[in-house]
């Protein structure tokens, strides 16, 4: 590999890499996401790999293969792309890959059954950019996702890579700041800091040292957008550390990413030491003088090490405990030196606010939220996947356009935002634009952005209850209110979803959500109380219900529901009685059967086996 | 047992000698062992002079670690809130069920260990198993069974 020490070096590197690429040449791309994988894209590939072998030695017919990051679109994987003429096929199995080979790379034709088809309206979609999922996206933090295979630093060149790095370090560190300042990016990963204004206080601290770290410890459930960066696009975080870095006169970055994470892990490492070999990261970078580099640490699955002063103790080889807020980072964060901590999507975007400009980036987005956002929309949602979108859509936008509506036609209710930290947002409010301060002001916050739908059967006590039974198990334990207040709150929810709720409960929560929101030691005990606060604030009718009527409207509470046959759907064919753990299920072949509620347990077994739609909840 | 001190040298020796790689140490062990041995912690303790209550204190506090031997496979029961909308709180109890044992045990012929975990990032293909480094998605308790003899 050649070693680049020089501006003009990696300019004629990248026009030779340029003038050797063929972009008429048929290429398949394969998306190698944590999603597709599972959903057998590497035996998809291998097909593919195969069949352009044989075709080649065969016909001489000429393919390009890679494989490349996650597409986002993790619903319908395997997702199979081609170039140049931007068909996406979806669910593609080893079965159809000669016939998309025949008929779409050698001829013009489409596979019509492996195209998108839309669930509300049956229009069928062949090119990537015209599906509603991608046809709203704006992407700049995955810009480069999906287009190129992470493995290879020069497909990160061919498309732009390290430009950004090799602008900022013919700047003024100082003037790098102001850029970052004038961009209006703020942190990422949930707090929403200006990025820029983190960097100046950090290097206002006198100190011959400095660190910067990348906080890749995405631990808010249901988020996965830092994920999909670090593994589709790893350069893109390298590069936005080395310019943040070369900013702030920092030597030393470290990566945290969590354990749960193994591709990430592996594809940032090949990265960093590929760029360490071509002279991104080490000794006088690019010719300049200036020395970097990077370290990944990995984390040990604690959610806390995502707080700023935890993940620092943890990268120093301690537990992962946080420490009170009025010291600094900027000031004292790493071995106590002043540190700058930004989120892996925070980075990301830095090489192309760098390249193209601040006044281009502060072009999208909202008066106070600037540029774009990646979210990942999951949960009953059609469409669920990672989009990026400008700051200040809307939520029905994002749920409706984008998203495709709720799943199975069902009545849309709720979106989470912001995980554990954040809050539900009812349907009412869902000409809500997202940004950080319009989150706020509902009770909810950004987050990393974790955009989680709920329909009507989705219990609003339970959503509470699960959030504060998530943090109860992650409290690190130093601070009273979050350790003895969650474990307290628990009791009472568990009482309410368990029937056993009274008068007072709700006014006691609230008490205990004071407490934390005011007495807590970390970010995770102060923002705890906003799934409880926030379901209360907008769906008080559910605690009610629960707790006087003794009744979970949505059917999800297992103490206050009952599983029963419906008399005319069930046509007697025993798969239910079969399956049922309990074995309380009764009734003869061909005729309707009946669930002896006093031995059943609720486990779902025979709703989920029912091929009739014969067992509801009561 | 002399095979074990070796494995836990040659561990020890792929990183730098400072706390700072504490963690990804015990990580390791907890990878070639499926757990953190006793042995291996005072060896650390040994070699970077930290206290062995402090790496005993590491090996309570990170949910990735364990100090009792896990099963040669384990199944991984997301817990993100995206699962647990699509109920992946039965898929747990089918499979403690199923297994005989509860969350974060090992079943008695040391073959599966039952952990929930939050949120495995997999999010749009909800509700997730993960057995060992494979993902199955769209879980349904009927369905687990299938699954989890694979790895007999």
Not at chain 1, 21 to 33: A, S
Not at chain 1, 227 to 252: F, K, L, N, Q, T
Not at chain 1, 321 to 328: C, N, T, W
Not at chain 2, 111 to 121: A, D, F, H, K, P
Request: charged share 25%; net charge neutral; proline share 4%.
């Amino acid at each position: 590999m050649e070693a680049i020490r020089s501006f003009e070096q990696l300019e004629q590197y990248r026009e030779r890499l340029k003038a050797s690429e063929n972009k008429d040449l048929p290429t398949v791309m394969i998306c190698f996401g944590t999603g597709c994988q599972a959903n057998g894209s590497r035996d998809v590939a291998e097909a593919f790999r195969k069949e352009i072998e044989n075709q080649g030695l065969k016909v001489g017919v000429q393919i390009g293969f890679k494989t490349t990051g996650c597409h986002g679109y993790c619903e319908n994987g395997p997702l199979v792309a081609l170039r140049p003429s931007d068909i996406l096929y979806l669910r593609v199995a080893p079965k159809d890959v000669s016939e998309i080979v025949e008929k779409s790379i050698k001829k013009d034709e489409v596979v019509d059954r492996l195209i998108y088809k839309d669930v509300n309206t049956k229009e069928t979609i062949a090119q990537y950019k015209s599906i509603p999922f991608y046809k709203f996206q704006k992407r700049i933090s995955l810009r480069n996702i999906g287009n190129i295979d992470p493995t290879s630093i020069d497909d990160y060149l061919l498309h732009d890579g390290y430009k950004g790095l090799a602008k900022a370090l013919t700047m003024d560190p100082d003037a790098i700041i102001s850029e970052v300042e004038a961009s209006g990016l703020r942190g990422r990963g949930g707090g929403g800091f200006p990025t820029g204004s983190k960097w100046r206080s950090c290097k206002a601290v006198p100190s011959d040292v400095r660190y910067v770290m990348c906080n890749g410890d995405e631990g808010d459930p249901g988020a996965f957008m830092d994920r999909s960066i670090m593994e589709g696009d790893p350069h893109s975080v390298i590069e936005g550390m080395i310019i943040g870095a070369y900013a702030i006169g920092a030597h030393m970055g470290y990566i945290y990413v969590r354990d749960e994470y193994p591709l990430a892990v592996k594809n940032l490492q090949a990265a960093i030491s590929t760029a360490r070999d071509m002279g991104f990261l080490g000794k006088k970078i690019l010719g300049s003088n200036f020395d970097f580099d990077i370290k990944i640490s990995r984390g040990g699955g604690a959610f806390v090490c995502g707080e700023s002063s935890a993940l620092m103790r943890s990268l120093e080889g301690k537990v992962g405990e946080p420490r009170a807020k009025y010291i600094r980072s900027v000031e004292k964060g790493l071995y106590d030196k002043p540190s700058v901590l930004n989120n892996v999507e925070t980075w990301n975007n830095v090489p192309v606010i760098i390249f193209n400009g601040a006044n281009w980036y502060a072009g999208f987005g909202t008066k106070g939220s600037k540029g774009t956002k990646v979210f990942s929309l999951v949960g009953k949602v059609n469409n669920t996947g990672l989009v990026e979108v400008p700051m200040g859509i809307t939520i029905k936008d994002l749920v409706e356009k984008i998203g495709g509506g709720v799943l199975g036609g069902k009545e849309f209710k709720a979106v989470q935002t912001g995980g554990p930290s954040g809050g539900c947002i009812p349907k009412a409010l869902s000409d809500l634009p997202i940004d950080f301060d319009s989150l706020t002001e509902v009770g909810s916050m950004m987050g990393s952005g974790g955009i989680i739908v709920m329909d009507e059967d989705t219990c609003m006590v339970d959503v509470a209850k699960y959030f504060i039974h998530f943090l109860v198990e992650e409290s690190c334990g130093k601070c009273t209110p979050c350790r003895d207040g969650l474990p307290r709150m628990l009791n009472i929810l568990n009482a309410i979803t368990e029937g056993r709720g009274k008068e007072g409960d709700i006014e006691t929560l609230q008490e205990l959500c004071d407490v934390l929101t005011y007495g807590a030691l970390c970010g995770l005990g102060t923002s705890a109380a906003n799934p409880v606060l926030s379901t209360i604030r907008y769906f008080k009718e559910e605690y009610d219900a629960h707790i006087h009527d003794r009744k979970c409207p949505a059917g999800v509470c297992k103490e206050l529901i009952t599983y029963r046959i419906d008399k005319d759907a069930c046509t007697g064919c025993t798969l239910c009685a079969k399956k049922c753990p309990q074995e309380c299920i009764s009734g003869e072949r061909k005729q309707v059967h009946t669930i002896d509620e006093s031995r059943c347990i609720r486990c779902g077994v025979c709703k989920d086996v029912c091929n009739f739609n014969a067992v509801k909840i009561e | 047992m002399a095979l074990t001190m070796k494995k836990i040298d040659a561990i020890i020796s792929r990183y730098e000698k400072s706390e700072e790689s504490l963690l990804a140490m015990l990580q390791d062990f907890q990878r070639e062992f499926h757990y953190v041995p006793e042995k291996g912690m005072k060896r650390l303790s040994e070699i970077l002079s930290v206290p062995e209550s402090k790496i005993y204190a590491m090996g309570t506090f990170y949910k990735a670690l364990s100090l009792e031997p896990r099963g040669k496979h384990t199944v991984k029961v997301c817990m993100g809130t995206a699962c647990h909308l699509k109920g992946s709180g039965q898929i747990l109890e089918a499979i403690e069920r199923e297994l005989g044992v509860k969350r974060n045990h090992t079943t008695v012929d040391k073959l599966y260990t039952i952990e929930s975990v939050n949120c495995v990032g997999a999010c749009a293909m909800s509700p997730v198993v993960v057995v060992d480094e494979d993902y199955y998605g769209h879980m349904r308790p009927s369905k687990i069974m299938d699954i989890l003899n694979k790895y007999k």
